[in-house]
Structure formats: C-alpha cells, structure tokens
C-alpha cells in the first residue's frame, strides 16, 4: 500500500484517538451523566478538554481534505514522490497540531497547522 494510502489510514487513527481524549477530557469535567444525556443546557467545556474537542474538529475537517486529495492522485496514477511527501507533512503536521492545541500554545499551534496546509497543497498541486 502506498504511503499516501498508509497516512489515511493513520490519520484516521489519530482522527479516533483524538475523539476518545475530547471526550474523556468532557467527562471529566462535566461528568458520564451530563455526557449520556440530551446535553441540553450543557456547561461549556473548557483548559485542555476544550482545546481537545475543538482539535478534534478541526482535524474532522482536514481529514476529509487530506483523504479526498489522496484518493484521487491514487485513482489518476499521479502519487509520487511530492505526494508522498505532502502526505507525511500533513500527517506529522497533525500529531504535532493535536499535541501543541491541547497544551495550549496559540503560535506554535498555527505554525504546525500551516505545515499541514502545506502538505494539502503538495498533493493538490499534484492533480492540478
């Protein structure tokens, strides 16, 4: 399988971890109860629980990006070296945003974020 293909999958599984920590992280502070039920009049759930969850969606949003960009160069025949490489930017890009969101420092936090975006647009510039 190639890398491009590999990196969808692992990113996927980053995708699902970064689900359970959100949520364990809404556990924690509001409690299996208040999480199980119709979450109306929810408190708002905030420190790193908070970064966590808006992480998670944010990399909701990559993802569906990342995995179309990489499905349609492997349906052309055009993944290569560039693509390859955009795919591990974005993949290493992710962790380290996952990772720098929840402990909660803004610039290095974009800084990461761009070089995922960079990764997107190597695959991108590849179909176009």
Do not use: D
Not at 8 to 18: D, E, I, K
Not at 82 to 89: I, K, P, V
Not at 103 to 122: E, F, K, Q
């Amino acid at each position: 399988m190639p890398i491009e293909l590999q990196l969808v999958v692992w990113s996927a599984a980053l995708t699902l971890l970064q689900c359970v920590i959100a949520v364990t992280g809404a556990m924690l502070q509001v409690g299996l109860p208040t999480l199980a039920g119709n979450r109306e009049k929810m408190p708002e759930i905030t420190g790193w629980a908070g970064r966590a969850a808006r992480a998670h969606g944010n990399m909701l949003q990559s993802l569906v990006l990342f995995a179309a960009l990489v499905l349609v160069a492997q349906a052309t025949g055009k993944l290569n070296a560039m693509t390859a490489l955009g795919a591990q930017l974005f993949f290493w890009g992710r962790i380290a945003y996952a990772l720098v969101y929840m402990a909660g420092v803004p610039w290095l936090r974009t800084a990461v974020w761009t070089v995922s975006i960079i990764g997107l647009v190597l695959i991108f510039a590849q179909l176009v």
